[in-house]
């Protein structure tokens, strides 16, 4: 092939498609020879399957890594930041410290979670332990907060493994299963509302990591005012944030959407809270992406063809500290407002730009180091073989693009560059090292 880019797409999103338009490209079907296709999971999976044989060439790229599921299936995720934990735990490596409770202190990302039928009773060990806690239960292979319920009773599980068509805990096929994670039960609560964050991260390699985070994130807020109370522990509008939820609501405002930019996020927390704490807080959820990706590195299947934007959902606790609830292989791409539609029209632009640098026809022979200037809204959060020459020439903590890995505590200072070359935040200095 050669001449213009022909771009395929199973999603005919008008942010999507004026983008190809607008660079000239040429549309053809997916049975044609294309080098950029927007695909849903599914046809990822048909073409990188054994029995369709399909070989890709060095002009075509792919919005999907093969087995992505390791970082968005909810179960995988969780079961790959254990194990990368329990790794590092076994080498004695300075992350896996842990504080006198038994806690990660650099790895605590994600909430205490189990994986049932599997885990069942571990969990009920754990429940035990502080019977007057909230969980929430998720099923593995659905989104949009499609089957999500909260409990405080081990009786509520009971009655839902009754449900589920077994009373033995063995349900017929992993798309039955379940994780049970311990309720966030003290959010941030901006106008007595609970919230989450949107972030959206750009995966151009796992081996070496190539990252990078954008800046036009967005927080989405809940219709009714946050309770405790066990009385309104099924009442989907105080605790689920999902706009597929929301929208629904009586409350849910059309204009804005429930919405709230990230930069007006930052305002805010710098306004009530501090510069300090609301820097510190943002280098901490760069730190929780990076460790995500780090710890399915090894299970993924590193294809030069591939990249990805994924949907991180993170929600932060009243003390400021950032968790990781889960990430998302396919962000929607449909628009609730004005501001919704520019602000994935701006995404879509933008990672073109670094996947496809100048609208070019692709070719994965290249570095996938594209110009600063392609960046658009994104940073570069991390570059591990950066990072690793950055070590090896004896150079400081490892950041990106404007200080996005920062160096975590005074403790673990120059500790970390076992793990990509990643180094820890050292407080003693005011300011954060970067990336040159």
Sequence with gaps: MSGKTRYATDLEKSVLVNNFE??????????????????????????????????LSDDQIINHFPNHYELTRKDLMVKNIKRFRKDLDKEGHPLAEKDELGRYIYLDSIPVTFLLPADYNLFVEEFRKNPSSTWIMKPCGKARGIGIFLINKLSQIKKWSRDSRTSSFAPPSARDAYVISRYIDNPLLIGGKKFDLRMYVLV????????????????????????????ELDNMFVHLTNVSIQKHGEEYNPVHGGKW????????????????????????????????????????????????????????????????????????????????????????????????????????????????????????????????????????????????????????????????????????????????
């Excluded at 053809?28 to 990188?48: G, L, M, P, Q």
């Excluded at 180091?369 to 570069?380: K, M, T």
């Design 22 to 55: 607008k660079r000239g490209w040429t549309q053809v079907s997916a049975d044609e020879d294309w080098n950029f296709y927007w695909t849903n999971v599914n046809t990822t999976r048909n073409i990188f399957s054994l029995e369709n044989g399909y070989r």
């Design 261 to 436: 930019t990230i930069s007006n996020l930052r305002l805010y927390l710098e306004g009530t809270r501090g510069k300090s704490v609301t820097d510190k807080l943002f280098d901490e959820i760069n730190w929780l992406t990076v460790m995500s990706l780090k710890a399915v590195s090894g299970s993924m299947a590193n294809d030069r063809h591939c990249f990805e934007v994924y949907g991180y959902d993170i929600i932060i606790d009243d003390k400021l500290k950032p968790w990781l609830i889960e990430v998302n292989a396919s962000p929607s791409l449909s628009s609730t407002t004005a501001n919704d539609r520019i602000m994935k029209y701006n995404l879509m632009n933008d990672t073109i730009n670094v996947v496809a640098p100048g609208g070019e026809v692709p070719d994965v022979r290249w570095n996938k180091i594209p110009p600063r200037d392609a960046y658009g809204h994104y940073d570069l959060l991390y570059d591990e073989e950066l990072a690793h020459q950055q070590n090896e020439g004896g150079v400081g903590g490892a950041t990106a693009g404007g200080g996005a890995v920062g160096e975590r505590d005074s403790r673990s200072r120059g500790l970390l560059g076992g793990v990509g070359g990643i180094r820890a935040r050292d407080h003693s200095r005011n300011r954060a090292t970067t990336w040159k």
């Design 204 to 231: 151009t390699s796992y081996r070496p990591l190539k990252c990078y985070m954008y800046r036009l994130g967005f927080c989405r807020f809940c219709t009714v005012k946050y309770t405790q109370s066990s009385n």
